[in-house]
């Protein structure tokens, strides 16, 4: 009888006897694998289309870390598990065979592994700085004060997946509480500006605007009548405009034109204009209303006049931010109550917590990246940048750093370009994985004092290089030894 035909009669009689078995030649069949390999593959070309179109995280939510494809690979697990027992008991011609399986199954669980504890992020670190002990996740993070207890709560906010509008809110419960948190928006480019704000203890301002048709340019200005250096605004050195109490009193004669403005007693703003310390043209101006300064087509519109006020800072969405201005990401939320009200939507920066508040009810809400604690610390020694000989251009990145362990122990290390620090330390943890690796990420030019690193902890890099290996001597056994056979004869 022919070896396929054994294979046959033994398949039959194991089936015939044992439900087990049944559900092992069910399992281990190969149009089974040939599905979820397919499968499998058809995913991971899904994520990589959404990774080079939208970002990394889409992928990773909708393919890589969501649950049905974890359970499919669990599947693909057990299929080549019995798979490889439908040819017990093994043979000599069988090892190939069974090693390439199981060395499929041993990288599979390394990546699993890798996957569940291990991370990839990113350290800033500053020359004589103290010891950093937290590592940045890219991942945004949603921390809600409880209500009742005053803990902070922690919550996964993807928003690069699926970005909330004022028509469809994320809504999350306020813990503690029968709150409701809405995420209202999200938007890339926050700014913080200065603003006037009412406060009975402060003093006279105002906040205008300089318009100017033919420059293309709108100026906003917020004046406060003290200290002396808020209530002046200079206009590119060309002009001047200045908060006074009066325009009775004695101005230093001024080199460019100067616009002057005194609030008045019917809460608008007297204003004059002085050219060469002559004045030019006066008059009176109430919110809402504008004149023009004279100044080729500049026009000055007043938009709010307070009798007194201080200078707050405020966070707000910018549309198109000018290259030199510093912005960061950042949500706009808001509470709501079971009765269907809702508090005033406030902007929070990536980095940063803000208090919202709907009738006496206040609640801290923070927004930003997820942090790793470590269980050690990591200093920056001195950071060089040496150049290629003749030229400007980086030749390497060398972070000299020292890490210090729980017991006071310190350790000296480098970072270079493609030469990574690692530390515990030691031979095999160097093998395991069970190391932390910092490589070289990411540097200022206009800052040699500070550095950013990128770490690697992987406890699943032992597995998949061991299924790796096992991967190809089973291939080299099942192609290039196999055994020969022999024939019988009749």
Known sequence: MSERGQSEKLKRERCARSAEWRWIYRLGSLRLAMLLLFTVAIACAVATVCESKFNRQVAEVYIYKNPFFMLWLLFLCLNLICSALTRWPWERKHLGFVITHGGIITMLVGAVI???????????????????????????MLMVQGFRSGEFYQAPLTMNVRRPTPRKPRVMPVPESDLKLQILDYSEYLATRTVLRPDENGVPGVTLTLNSAQMKQSL????????????????????????????????????????????????GLDYKLLHEGRPAVSGEVAADEGFSTGWLDWIVRVQAVYPKAHFAQEVVAVENPAPQQQTVAGIQARLADANGGAGTPEWIAAGTSRLLQIGQ???????????????????????SVPRDEGTDQPANFISELTFNDANGEAKQARAEMNHPASFPGGWWRLMTGLNYKFSQAGWDPANLNQTTL????????????IGSLLICSGIVLMFYFRPQRTTEKI
């Open 114 to 140: 890798g996957h569940f504890f291990g991370f990839e992020a990113s350290v800033n670190l500053e020359k004589g700085a103290p010891p950093v002990s937290k590592l940045i996740v890219n991942e945004t």
């Open 220 to 267: 906003p200005v917020s004046l406060l009548m003290s200290p002396q250096e808020s209530a002046t605004f200079d206009m590119f050195g060309l002009a001047q405009v200045r908060l006074v109490p009066s325009l009775t009193i004695k101005i230093a004669p001024s080199k460019v034109p100067l616009l002057l403005l005194a609030p008045n007693k019917d809460g």
């Open 361 to 383: 009810k206040v609640i801290q809400v923070g927004f930003g990246l997820r942090q790793i604690p470590i269980p050690f610390g990591v200093t920056l020694d001195n950071f």
């Open 454 to 465: 990128q770490v690697l902890y992987d406890p699943g890099w032992l597995f998949k290089w």
